[in-house]
């Protein structure tokens, strides 16, 4: 029987519908993705047998000895869970977790935060970082569309992501590659020029790819910028803790915009920070001007997990959040954000006293300047190619390299091979 189209048609317009409307289906644009370029390179370091091959490609940390690192806090954290008998496999409610989302939002805004007490704010769980800035995006493009203002460079998963929320993207200027510092005069004119009312994606801390934040003092005027423009602030945090080793500290810029009267939206991972790669843990958090508003808001992020994951995912969420609520397990975490972030900070070290020593042509201080888990070194396409035919190390063609895929063991052999390149590619 062919399908009634409308409320009011007869039989007769369904059947007179269904014939004009059939058509062989051919897949005629139905074309070959490229595969994406970070997980084509981590296939191909994968499949590279040679022994002394080195993976600086992907964001995950490592331990010294190259492994992937389970957080300590994390091993005990699934025991408890495992031993609670009240534990269970129930759905959450449209908002995920809730004591996971609470917790989330007092880890970025502060324990103390006054537009929590004011009610100001809602958080909503989502499928990790990426799922919450896909979130916050159907949300604005619904809610409050504008041209997206991204870094550039910036991750190479936001353009996409905010394609697909059918919002303009355009990129904002990040980086010089000649001083290997932050664009800043040019990051002022770009959001002194945007479109009154554009949203701007602001990475919390830890900026990925190039490891560099802006100082307080510049986050002020940029700030200060983006509330006369009325700019719209996204802050995409994957980093918190992870960053500097200090979790209030890799907050400040949100909490800054935050006290300043900002309405925002925060996309807040657990990736990074507890290990939680795969188990997709994130956060998205709006701080809105009143408590209507941000009732509406969280009706609206409820009806988007709705049609999209319905559910957000449970262990990783419990995880974390038996962990904040407990003092003593906060406290190791914060240890261990310490381990990693000193690790990755002594190789940024290593790495630049052995380009020092070997005297690389260059400027080499941003290796140690940058923070988190990237270092973006300025090395050229060429050069990146060059390092991966000839010595068999992966970073992406940009020239970021994961710190995390560094230890005391390949530290030197990847300091020589920068070396070459530099001199002969
Ligand atoms: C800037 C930035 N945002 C968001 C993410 C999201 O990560 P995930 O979806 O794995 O939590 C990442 C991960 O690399 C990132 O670097």
Redesign the pocket.
Request: overall charge positive; glycine content about 14%.
């Given at each position: 029987m062919p399908p009634r189209t409308r409320k009011n048609d007869t039989k007769d317009d369904a059947n007179k519908k269904a014939k004009t409307d059939a058509k062989v289906v051919t897949w005629t644009d139905l074309t070959q993705q490229p595969e994406d370029p970070i997980f084509k390179l981590l296939n191909e370091c994968i499949a590279d047998s040679d022994p002394s091959k080195i993976n600086l490609s992907i964001?995950a940390y490592r331990d010294e000895t190259g492994k992937p690192w389970v957080l300590p806090v994390v091993q005990k954290a699934k025991q408890i869970l495992l031993s609670d008998p009240a534990s269970n496999h129930e759905y959450f409610g449209l908002d995920g977790n809730r004591s996971f989302t609470e917790a989330s939002a007092r880890l970025i805004l502060g324990q103390d935060s006054a537009a929590m007490k004011d009610k100001r704010v809602t958080h909503i769980q989502a499928?990790?970082?990426?799922?919450?800035?896909r979130l916050g995006a159907d949300f604005l493009a619904k809610f409050r569309p504008g041209t997206v203002y991204i870094t550039n460079p910036?991750?190479g998963?936001?353009p996409k992501i905010f394609a697909a929320s059918h919002l303009k993207v355009v990129e904002y200027n990040y980086w010089d590659g000649k001083t290997r510092t932050i664009a800043y005069d040019t990051l002022l004119d770009n959001l002194n020029t945007a479109p009154v009312g554009s949203i701007f994606v602001l990475?919390a801390c830890a900026?990925?790819?190039t490891g560099l934040d802006p100082t307080h003092d510049q986050w002020k005027q940029i700030a200060s910028i983006m509330k006369e423009r009325q700019l719209f602030p996204f802050f995409?945090?994957?980093?918190q803790g992870f960053a500097s080793g200090d979790l209030d500290r890799d907050a400040w810029a949100v909490r800054y915009f935050v006290e300043q009267g900002f309405e925002l939206l925060v996309?807040q991972?657990?990736?990074?920070n507890f290990g939680l790669?795969s188990e997709?843990?994130?956060c998205l958090t709006g701080v809105f001007a009143d408590k209507e508003t941000t009732v509406k808001a969280h009706s609206q992020f409820c009806a988007l997990v709705r049609c999209s994951i319905s559910n957000a995912p449970g262990f990783g969420a419990k995880i974390v959040d038996i962990v904040l609520k407990d003092a003593a397990l906060t406290k190791e975490w914060k240890e261990n954000l310490k381990t990693m972030a000193n690790r990755i900070t002594l190789m940024r070290e290593k790495l630049f006293e052995h380009l020092k020593k070997m005297e690389t042509p260059g400027i080499w201080t941003h290796i140690t300047s940058q923070i988190g888990?990237f270092s973006y070194t300025g090395l050229t396409l060429a050069q990146v190619a060059a390092i991966k035919s000839k010595f068999h190390v992966y970073m992406t063609d940009e020239g970021r390299v994961s710190m995390a895929g560094l230890n005391e063991s390949n530290v030197k052999q990847f300091a020589e091979a920068v070396d070459w390149v530099v001199r002969n590619a």
């Open positions: 964001g499928v990790s970082g990426t799922g919450a800035v910036t991750w998963n936001h990475h900026h990925n790819p995409d945090c994957a980093y996309a991972s657990f990736s990074k790669y997709r843990t994130g888990m």
